[in-house]
């Protein structure tokens, strides 16, 4: 039960909300010896672009674009696809000087979702102005959960039609030539519709004022010889939801994400993946959403957004190793462009999350967990890299089969990223 964690009044949420924003601001302000620097003193390595774009590239590293705004921080390829939810993502990066346009498309071909957004940025001096826009359209197997007298309520419909789209303007200044702190204000004009019930699930603007900070010193090492990234990168944030207007808050939420790469010797491999979210205070049960886990994007082996909670935290790790050095093979093919299949690997996975129903931090917490094995393998033409994988996950908590996946991604370090 939410008991009296929802019953705070609406006015004091809101001011204490707005006090905590600024202390955080303040707090990476002072902290950061970076900031005492000038404007024309910043590193000849920066470079302008998305949430994960620091420094420029060199012929000996180059710098990849991290996606730090999902559940599982990752670095973001060019191309990619996963089965067996058959998801396709596209990520377009371009660079003109100071000015970039880095364009993302998706469409989930099991779940009919389709989704897209572009951001345009641009780079002056220690700051980084960015202005996305973004749209998704989902037609199947929508579940939506929500608070409820019984803790929650899930409304789940196989005919159903949802939209979501609006814009985002952000503002960040980079105090170190690895991080920056920035705010942004995304509005989100939201339609759901039920076919099989026709009636109206959710209509209204959704305005989230958001501090945040972000690190990164993620690189590729020598990517014009392997697909070997090593480095930090992490995004932690505090925001506020507000419907339709800024004197009716929905709720204060804050939320993490940490991604850590690391080559051991020249055999071994080590990933991590650090989140946690959570709903700091509801004022408007009605209208507040769940955190939704599972799946390839989060907790591997579980169906995807099967696990549902106010308050999440998960720890993904993956350990390779190198492996079968003498099936490395090369080859020439036209315009004397050399291929080279290498990089096998095999390689265990485990995903661990725990997470509560309830605002109150008393309140039951549920483990949820899974272990794999998986084989890997890489395709490389000078600095592009096709990475194929192939892993199965097993949950231990629930008796099924163990789900397979195999992922296929493209990174293109020709670009300037």
Request: hydrophobic share 40%; with cysteine; charged share 25%.
């Amino acid at each position: 039960m939410l008991g009296s964690d929802l019953t705070l009044n609406r006015h004091s949420g809101r001011l204490r909300g707005r006090r905590v924003l600024l202390a955080v601001v303040l707090l990476m302000l002072v902290s950061c010896p970076g900031w005492a620097q000038a404007p024309g003193e910043e590193s000849e390595k920066e470079s302008s672009g998305g949430e994960g774009a620091t420094p420029a590239p060199t012929r000996e590293s180059t710098r990849p674009n991290v996606e730090l705004s999902t559940f599982r921080a990752e670095v973001r390829p060019d191309f990619e696809v996963v089965l067996p939810t058959g998801a396709i993502k596209q990520h377009i990066p371009l660079r003109f000087g100071r000015f970039g346009i880095d364009t993302t498309l998706g469409y989930a071909v099991n779940g009919n979702q389709l989704d897209g957004d572009m951001v345009f940025s641009y780079r002056l001096g220690r700051f980084l102005f960015e202005q996305r826009f973004f749209q998704m359209v989902d037609f199947e197997d929508y579940v939506d959960p929500r608070f409820g007298l019984g803790g929650v309520d899930v409304f789940s419909d196989e005919e159903f039609v949802v939209r979501k789209r609006g814009l985002e303007p952000r503002i960040s200044a980079f105090v170190t030539p690895d991080s920056r702190v920035g705010t942004a204000l995304k509005a989100t004009d939201t339609f759901e519709w039920s076919l099989s019930e026709e009636e109206l699930v959710d209509e209204g603007l959704d305005l989230r004022p958001e501090v945040f900070f972000i690190y990164d010193n993620m690189k590729a090492v020598q990517p014009n010889r392997a697909l070997e990234l090593t480095g930090t990168a992490g995004r932690l944030s505090l925001s506020e939801r507000f419907r339709n207007s800024f004197t009716n808050p929905v709720s204060l939420e804050l939320q993490s994400r940490v991604l850590f790469q690391a080559l051991i010797g020249d055999e071994w491999g080590i990933e991590e993946h650090l989140s946690f979210d959570t709903l700091i205070d509801v004022w408007r049960d009605d209208l507040a959403r769940m955190y939704q886990l599972g799946g390839f994007d989060s907790v591997r082996g579980y169906a995807p957004n099967e696990i549902k909670a106010v308050r999440a935290g998960m720890l993904s790790s993956e350990v390779s190793r190198r492996v079968l050095r003498s099936w490395d093979r090369s080859f020439t093919v036209r315009e004397r462009r050399r291929v080279q299949v290498h990089q096998h690997r095999v390689f265990v996975l485990n995903d661990v999350a725990v997470t509560q129903k309830e605002l109150n931090l008393e309140s039951k917490a549920s483990f949820h967990g899974s272990a794999g094995l998986g084989i890997g393998t890489v395709v490389s033409i000078g600095r592009v890299h096709l990475d194929v994988s192939v892993a199965a996950a097993q949950p231990f908590d629930i008796e099924r089969l163990p789900v397979a996946y195999v992922r296929t991604t493209l990174f293109n370090f020709e670009r300037n990223l």
